[in-house]
């Protein structure tokens, strides 16, 4: 918004100083401060550096690294301005020319928009200033130079150079990489997120993702700690729940860095080679990409994490699957599951898992809803409303509700039911050995009812309603 922030005039309740798009100093404060200010940000180094000693240190894959990134853009060579291109002799049109073969190279940005970034280590090579244009073609003109193109089975005659005046460098120079995470990730009311909490290496891309990552797992705790009023001071276990969640993530993120780092850095051994030929065999057979490390990891989610939020003993800490499901509603629309957990506009879902039959759903409906009223929690925690029917079975469809006999013999209506949609009917792309029973197997296969975190983690599974109330007793000692 145009806005800088200078200074911090009070600590509880946050106050900071700031300069608005028209040069006026301003003063704002708020309930919490979150500082999402990149690595070099005012909140950690000059608000919570001195004040309360949080800083940024090596991570679990300490790195350090000058790399040269480039940002370009790239045009297509016509027959009009390189008419003596040696492709068009071999009937390529323009938009068949290919780029050249990448490295630490890829597109981003629409595709039409032919942006592409090329990124590659120079310290080792350099201890000098860093040129980083002529570095960068000394770089790319291998990988942008061809002598055969393999998917049309031609041999060039000659060399085929990518036109260097078809690449503009929209942007070059060196950036120092490297790993480090800070050692507390708040104090008071300031929060840290993003790069102003984790830096990374550059091999697997997980900056952005972290702090996306971080910003999701912190907004819902800020509502519980809103919601409950008083000092949040009394209620710790909800944000050093997490930063010990996040310094998990931060810390398996980085260890994917570093493999993917090993591979890139060096030559391949007969250990990586030995790894690679196993990652390829595993992700070639759609059955068994289950077994690939970042699908054991997925899956298992914050189990391994101690003063986790969530209850261990009932499957809590486990990862939602991401499938495709539609609602008994007329419109049937198409939904990925991540929208049950905004269905109630409560901080929890809770889920009751159906089994096809009408009446049997409605009895456990009416079971959450008596489960609810006994746990007591604010209505904005979980009410009757936060209350989700997934139906594993999809039976063509089904009545918009269901009506049944509940507790007390009483008439109880559900809320639309919804159902995984038979894989022959989507008509996007899949990933490869998708399928919906995922979604019920992170639960355990007896699960009857699931609360869940809007962040896509379980809180707890239940199988029946007196684990259910315990469950929801449990959510209202952690949350007030
Ligand atoms: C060359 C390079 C390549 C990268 N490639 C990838 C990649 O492929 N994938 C990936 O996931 N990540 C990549 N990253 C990392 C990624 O860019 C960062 O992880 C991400 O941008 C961090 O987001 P952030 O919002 O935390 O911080 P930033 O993007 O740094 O944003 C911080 C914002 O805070 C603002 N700000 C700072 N101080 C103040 C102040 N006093 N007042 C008001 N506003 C302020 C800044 O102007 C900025 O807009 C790369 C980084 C670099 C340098």
Same mark, same amino acid.
């Given at each position: 918004?145009?806005?800088?922030?200078?200074?911090?005039? @009070?600590?509880?309740?946050?106050?900071?100083?700031?300069?608005?798009?028209?040069?006026?100093?301003?003063?704002?404060?708020?309930?919490?401060?979150?500082?999402?200010?990149?690595?070099?940000?005012?909140?950690?180094?000059?608000?919570?550096?001195?004040?309360?000693?949080?800083?940024?240190?090596?991570?679990?894959?300490?790195?350090?690294?000058?790399?040269?990134?480039?940002?370009?853009?790239?045009?297509?060579?016509?027959?009009?301005?390189?008419?003596?291109?040696?492709?068009?002799?071999?009937?390529?049109?323009?938009?068949?020319?290919?780029?050249?073969?990448?490295?630490?190279?890829?597109?981003?940005?629409?595709?039409?928009?032919?942006?592409?970034?090329?990124?590659?280590?120079?310290?080792?090579?350099?201890?000098?200033?860093?040129?980083?244009?002529?570095?960068?073609?000394?770089?790319?003109?291998?990988?942008?130079?061809?002598?055969?193109?393999?998917?049309?089975?031609?041999?060039?005659?000659?060399?085929?150079?990518?036109?260097?005046?078809?690449?503009?460098?929209?942007?070059?120079?060196?950036?120092?990489?490297?790993?480090?995470?800070?050692?507390?990730?708040?104090?008071?009311?300031?929060?840290?997120?993003?790069?102003?909490?984790?830096?990374?290496?550059?091999?697997?891309?997980?900056?952005?993702?972290?702090?996306?990552?971080?910003?999701?797992?912190?907004?819902?705790?800020?509502?519980?700690?809103?919601?409950?009023?008083?000092?949040?001071?009394?209620?710790?276990?909800?944000?050093?729940?997490?930063?010990?969640?996040?310094?998990?993530?931060?810390?398996?993120?980085?260890?994917? #860095?570093?493999?993917?780092?090993?591979?890139?850095?060096?030559?391949?051994?007969?250990?990586?080679?030995?790894?690679?030929?196993?990652?390829?065999?595993?992700?070639?057979?759609? #059955?068994?990409?289950?077994?690939?490390?970042?699908?054991?990891?997925?899956?298992?989610?914050?189990?391994?994490?101690?003063?986790?939020?969530?209850?261990?003993?009932?499957?809590?800490?486990?990862?939602?699957?991401?499938?495709?499901?539609?609602?008994?509603?007329?419109?049937?629309?198409?939904?990925?599951?991540?929208?049950?957990?905004?269905?109630?506009?409560?901080?929890?879902?809770?889920?009751?898992?159906?089994?096809?039959?009408?009446? /049997?759903?409605?009895?456990?409906?009416? /079971?959450?809803?008596?489960?609810?009223?006994?746990?007591?929690?604010?209505?904005?925690?979980?009410?009757?409303?936060?209350?989700?029917?997934?139906?594993?079975?999809?039976?063509?469809?089904?009545?918009?509700?269901?009506?049944?006999?509940?507790?007390?013999?009483?008439?109880?209506?559900?809320?639309?039911?919804?159902?995984?949609?038979?894989?022959?009917?989507?008509?996007?792309?899949?990933?490869?050995?998708?399928?919906?029973?995922?979604?019920?197997?992170?639960?355990?296969?007896?699960?009857?009812?699931?609360?869940?975190?809007?962040?896509?983690?379980?809180?707890?599974?239940?199988?029946?309603?007196?684990?259910?109330?315990?469950?929801?007793?449990?959510?209202?000692?952690? @949350?007030?």
């Amino acid at each position: 918004m145009g806005c800088r922030v200078t200074g911090r005039s @009070s600590e509880v309740p946050p106050t900071v100083r700031y300069v608005d798009s028209l040069g006026s100093r301003r003063e704002i404060q708020g309930e919490w401060l979150v500082g999402a200010d990149g690595k070099t940000g005012i909140v950690r180094k000059h608000f919570l550096e001195p004040t309360a000693g949080i800083r940024q240190q090596a991570g679990v894959y300490p790195y350090e690294g000058v790399w040269v990134a480039s940002n370009l853009k790239l045009t297509v060579p016509t027959r009009q301005t390189h008419p003596d291109f040696l492709l068009w002799k071999l009937g390529y049109t323009p938009d068949e020319v290919p780029p050249g073969k990448p490295t630490a190279t890829g597109r981003f940005g629409p595709h039409a928009d032919r942006t592409w970034r090329h990124e590659f280590r120079v310290d080792d090579e350099s201890d000098g200033p860093i040129y980083s244009e002529e570095l960068l073609w000394e770089h790319l003109m291998p990988n942008i130079t061809l002598e055969r193109d393999d998917s049309r089975g031609h041999e060039f005659e000659r060399p085929v150079e990518y036109p260097r005046d078809c690449i503009t460098i929209m942007r070059c120079r060196p950036f120092k990489f490297v790993h480090k995470c800070v050692d507390r990730w708040y104090d008071k009311r300031t929060l840290l997120i993003g790069d102003a909490a984790h830096v990374f290496p550059p091999f697997a891309g997980q900056g952005v993702a972290s702090g996306v990552r971080d910003a999701h797992q912190l907004a819902w705790r800020l509502a519980l700690l809103l919601e409950g009023g008083g000092d949040p001071a009394h209620r710790p276990g909800i944000l050093d729940s997490w930063a010990r969640e996040r310094r998990r993530s931060v810390d398996d993120a980085a260890m994917m #860095s570093k493999a993917l780092g090993t591979v890139c850095n060096n030559q391949p051994t007969l250990w990586i080679m030995a790894a690679t030929k196993v990652l390829q065999f595993l992700h070639s057979i759609p #059955s068994l990409r289950r077994y690939e490390p970042i699908a054991i990891q997925e899956r298992s989610g914050f189990r391994g994490v101690d003063g986790g939020f969530f209850l261990r003993d009932y499957n809590g800490g486990a990862r939602l699957a991401q499938i495709h499901i539609r609602s008994s509603s007329p419109s049937r629309a198409s939904l990925l599951s991540d929208a049950l957990l905004q269905q109630g506009g409560t901080i929890f879902t809770l889920l009751v898992i159906g089994n096809g039959d009408a009446k /049997q759903r409605a009895w456990w409906y009416s /079971q959450a809803k008596a489960a609810i009223a006994a746990a007591a929690l604010s209505p904005r925690i979980v009410s009757e409303s936060s209350v989700v029917i997934y139906n594993p079975q999809d039976a063509g469809l089904p009545p918009v509700s269901d009506t049944a006999s509940g507790l007390n013999g009483k008439s109880v209506s559900t809320p639309e039911v919804f159902s995984p949609v038979p894989t022959s009917e989507i008509n996007i792309p899949l990933a490869p050995g998708y399928n919906s029973a995922s979604y019920l197997g992170r639960f355990g296969w007896s699960t009857r009812f699931v609360i869940a975190r809007p962040d896509l983690f379980v809180f707890a599974c239940a199988k029946d309603e007196d684990q259910l109330v315990h469950c929801l007793t449990q959510l209202k000692r952690l @949350s007030s």
